[in-house]
């Protein structure tokens, strides 16, 4: 039996670090453009983002202040487990407050408070390929990349157009990078697209089982794709956040009974807890000391 | 009143808790030891060792004890063990003409030098449940009788005459392909293409083989050979200059002869699909080379109209722990895009009820 296994700072081992490091400077250097990366196996599974726990990991120092959202959220199952990974592993200290954090993994949603300069926001990313769901092959999409061909992207969205009245895709919903690639958000509402343009924060993609890195620098324009005469629009909610009032973020929908009943909050909890803390108070809100329970 | 949901961490915790339980089982039935998984259960660890690509019995059992017996749950462990052991090099080709035969039989050749052996195999055991398994006495180990002869591969045999493609040369300065350190390219040379379906899963690759003999790539194969044993593996060291052995391997081979080829610079001869596996592994070993058969479509020239011919479906979906995690990951929370899903129906649905109402009001 071999002796008890013993791991490297942050898990991977430095030379994996190293070739993880040269995908993310060409991601840098490319903005939008897909780096293949010899993606490794991690002790969680494909699909709980290996993508972006790699990243991480390569890009994770000492000194860094770690915050870990899924769905917007710190307490997600999975956000706490890759959370309590990387706290273990790397011994890192780690924030629920998006403005303490140096890095933040992100799975489905952005921050509603936008990214200060410096920080840098790891997205898990499942399908790296914003035309795959158009043409199933990897040789094909390169080439259509290569060649700037994304007519078919827009033909999509066209026929959405014509059959429903709107442009259906409202996740994911595909970008233009710096005028020249067509990239895959990860599968964030279409609501936190806007967010990512001119951002002062550098986003990097990991996509582990794809074995795909993509980023988008500092100050970079990234433009969501429409037409002129159906323009992109993000989702607007009709109520405030139940628990603390927000308007004009995401928020969540919670069943409240089998009658109908429901409501919205915040899918930003820490978000939503640092306007609740400020004295904010949506009209379900529980009194000063019961929120916290 | 609507309490925000916590305590994704004490959840966790209480969950691996219970894991733990459950694995132990009855804690009046005593636990299984590492030893009696490597002995008794030796083909599911052939399997995990295959599959989870690193060559070593006892961390195979324990992935497979740690695992519940769930072997895709017992490969992922052995994976990620073994993607942070360093890589030192690649061994020199295994000559598994040389092997210490356990089993070999040729479907092609009623006789042949070096004899058919069938070893350890289920295939002419009646499938009847043996009651007389269950807290047998035990028997003294078997001893098997015989001297070994040298069992030259039936490919060499009909190589020698030119009926059949030869194993073809490699540049000796070419380094082998390893998907582990390199992204995939597609198209894929065969290196890469073998070690792919070598680590892919069994019942895949058995439901793609099947789908070929069923006229989906129809490849006319005959089993040319099938041998399990034990092979030496070399590693040539730059520092000496020659190659040491490192130890050996029990590893299962299957050359699938294929319809032929010919062109008008080479006659025409049987083609050939390579299978090889960790361990004994017969199923998976035939499967693969049934695989490898049909996606050498492009390199022959043949049309590509069947899903086993097509590399890059092949082997994108091979790997059982990508493809358990992706289809697996659907259980993750996803209420934030299927909130965005909600949202957009209602609003086409309310403009629908708007639309009906509109024409009723105009008829």
């Not at chain 1, 990313?125 to 094909?140: H, S």
């Not at chain 1, 014509?162 to 964030?188: F, N, Q, W």
């Not at chain 2, 092997?99 to 042949?112: N, P, Q, V």
Request: with cysteine; aromatic share 8%; charged share 25%.
């Amino acid at each position: 039996m071999n002796a008890i296994a013993q791991y490297n700072f942050a898990y991977l081992d430095e030379q994996t670090k190293r070739m993880i490091r040269r995908a993310i400077l060409k991601a840098v250097a490319i903005p939008g453009y897909q780096v293949p990366f010899s993606s490794r196996e991690m002790p969680m599974p494909y699909g709980w983002g290996t993508g972006g726990v790699q990243v991480t990991a390569s890009i994770i120092g000492p000194d860094d202040v770690l915050k870990v959202i899924d769905q917007g959220a710190d307490d997600t199952t999975n956000a706490v487990s890759i959370r309590a990974f990387f706290a273990k592993v790397a011994n890192v200290a780690t924030t629920t407050h998006t403005a303490e954090a140096s890095i933040i993994q992100t799975r489905h949603r952005i921050p509603e408070r936008g990214l200060a300069e410096g920080q840098i926001l790891v997205y898990q990313v499942p399908i790296p390929e914003p035309l795959r769901f158009l043409e199933p092959r990897e040789t094909e999409t390169r080439k259509m990349h290569a060649l700037e061909e994304y007519g078919l992207m827009h033909v999509k969205l066209y026929e959405d157009i014509s059959r429903h009245g709107h442009i259906a895709t409202t996740y994911a919903y595909p970008v233009k990078v710096e005028g020249r690639y067509v990239m895959d958000p990860s599968p964030t509402p279409k609501f936190d697209n806007p967010k990512m343009n001119m951002s002062p924060g550098l986003q990097l993609f990991g996509a582990g089982r794809e074995h795909r890195i993509y980023a988008v620098p500092p100050w970079t324009e990234v433009v969501s794709l429409d037409f002129e005469d159906h323009p992109f629009t993000i989702q607007h909610f009709e109520e405030p956040c139940a628990l603390c009032g927000a308007e004009g973020v995401y928020l969540d929908e919670v069943i409240l009974d089998d009658l109908g009943g429901r409501m919205f909050v915040c899918s930003d909890t820490d978000y939503c807890e640092e306007r609740r803390e400020a004295g904010h108070r949506g009209h379900l809100a529980a009194d000063q000391g019961e929120a916290n329970s | 009143m609507y309490v925000a949901v916590k305590g994704g961490e004490a959840a966790i915790s209480n969950a691996h808790a219970l894991l733990a339980d459950r694995r132990r089982g009855d804690r009046d039935v005593p636990a299984l030891r590492l030893d009696q998984i490597v002995e008794q259960l030796g083909l599911a660890v052939d399997r995990a060792m295959g599959e989870g690509s690193l060559y070593d019995r006892e961390l195979a059992a324990l992935a497979i004890l740690q695992a519940r017996g769930d072997l895709i749950e017992a490969i992922f462990l052995v994976r990620a063990y073994r993607t942070t052991l360093p890589r030192f090099g690649f061994s020199r080709p295994l000559d598994t003409g040389a092997m210490h035969i356990e089993r070999r039989i040729s479907a092609t050749f009623k006789d042949l030098p070096g004899g058919q052996m069938l070893g350890p195999t289920f295939d002419y055991t009646h499938r009847l449940l043996d009651p007389a398994l269950v807290g047998a006495a035990v028997e003294a180990p078997l001893e098997r009788v015989g001297e070994e002869s040298a069992a030259p591969r039936v490919t060499d045999m009909l190589g020698h005459a030119g009926l059949i493609e030869p194993d073809g040369e490699t540049d000796p300065s070419r380094e082998v392909g390893d998907l582990t350190r390199e992204p995939l390219d597609f198209p894929l040379d065969r290196d890469l293409r073998l070690q792919a379906l070598a680590r892919g899963d069994e019942g895949f690759l058995l439901a793609l083989g099947y789908s070929t003999q069923r006229g989906y790539g129809r490849s006319h194969p005959f089993v040319g050979e099938i041998r399990i044993g034990e092979v030496e593996v070399e590693f040539e060291i730059p520092e000496l200059g020659f190659a040491v052995s490192l130890g050996r391997v029990r590893v299962t081979e299957c050359q699938m002869v294929n319809q032929f080829k010919g062109s008008a610079s080479v006659p025409p001869q049987f083609t050939r699909g390579y299978g090889l596996v960790f361990g004994q592994a017969e199923r998976k070993a035939m499967s693969m080379s049934l695989v490898d058969r049909a996606l050498r479509a492009r390199e022959f020239g043949e049309d590509i109209v069947a899903p086993a011919q097509d590399e890059e479906f092949v082997i994108s979906h091979a790997d059982n722990v990508q493809a358990t995690g992706f289809v697996e990951h659907l259980k993750l929370p996803h209420y934030v895009d299927f909130q965005a899903e909600l949202d957009l129906l209602r609003r086409l649905r309310a403009e629908h009820e708007g639309g009906q109402a509109m024409g009723e009001a105009a008829e």
